[in-house]
T-cell receptor, first 115, second 113 residues
Framework: EPEVTQTPSHQVTQMGQEVILRCVPISNHLYFYWYRQILGQKVEFLVSFYNNEISEKSEIFDDQFSVERPDGSNFTLKIRSTKLEDSAMYFC?????????????FGPGTRLTVL | DQQVKQNSPSLSVQEGRISILNCDYT??????FLWYKKYPAEGPTFLISISSIKDKNEDGRFTVFLNKSAKHLSLHIVPSQPGDSAVYFC????????????FGKGTKLSVKP
């Protein structure tokens, strides 16, 4: 069964460093998302991406964040200058547009630890 | 601003009995609701969904009920199995959005043998 994959599974970085989190969505899906979950809190929407551009972003997704689909398969989230509060699980998700309502499929997540 | 609320952080149920997980929402624009299950160190896994034009959707042991007037939905698992032990998230979105899910905080279900 097709699945969303994410690498790395765990990333440790120093405050102020840049990190890139990588995702490979399900191949025929058209909508891509990033969410995050800070320990003990709920899963929060960051950004959605469709047709090679950002569709919508939350207030969390400030100028330090960017997303890119550099080729036909990868979808990346870059944090330019990490802060301690960026420590969280980051989940990538993808959705097939075959109707207005359908589910998103999530990857296993990348645990980001900022020291 | 909690648009989707799961007020019970945890629930413990005996194997074979019914598990009922509850979810309330405040945004009347939501018209599609989903339940996800999450095991530790894994991403959320889609379980079942319901559109706002329905009041019930069933898939095997899982049934979701929607009460629009009360802005309440519930997930019933019958019979509960130890493998159902996980965190269950209620999520919602509205058709005018890009499908961006709004999640509740989750309910940790423990099914005891």
């Amino acid at each position: 069964e097709p699945e969303v994959t994410q690498t790395p599974s765990h990333q440790v970085t120093q405050m102020g460093q840049e990190v890139i989190l990588r995702c490979v969505p399900i191949s025929n899906h058209l909508y891509f998302y990033w969410y995050r979950q800070i320990l003990g809190q709920k899963v929060e929407f960051l950004v959605s991406f469709y047709n090679n551009e950002i569709s919508e972003k939350s207030e969390i997704f400030d100028d330090q964040f960017s997303v890119e689909r550099p080729d036909g398969s990868n979808f990346t989230l870059k944090i330019r200058s990490t802060k301690l509060e960026d420590s969280a699980m980051y989940f990538c998700a993808s959705r097939l547009i075959a109707g207005l309502y359908n589910e998103q499929f999530f990857g296993p997540g990348t645990r980001l630890t900022v020291l | 601003d909690q648009q989707v609320k799961q007020n019970s952080p945890s629930l413990s149920v005996q194997e074979g009995r019914i598990s009922i997980l509850n979810c309330d929402y405040t945004n009347s624009m939501f018209d599609y609701f989903l339940w996800y299950k999450k095991y530790p160190a894994e991403g959320p896994t889609f379980l079942i969904s319901i559109s706002s034009i329905k009041d019930k959707n069933e898939d095997g042991r899982f049934t979701v009920f929607l009460n629009k007037s009360a802005k309440h939905l519930s997930l019933h698992i019958v019979p509960s199995q130890p493998g159902d032990s996980a965190v269950y998230f209620c999520a919602a979105y509205y058709g005018g959005s890009q499908g961006n899910l709004i999640f509740g905080k989750g309910t940790k279900l423990s099914v005891k043998p």
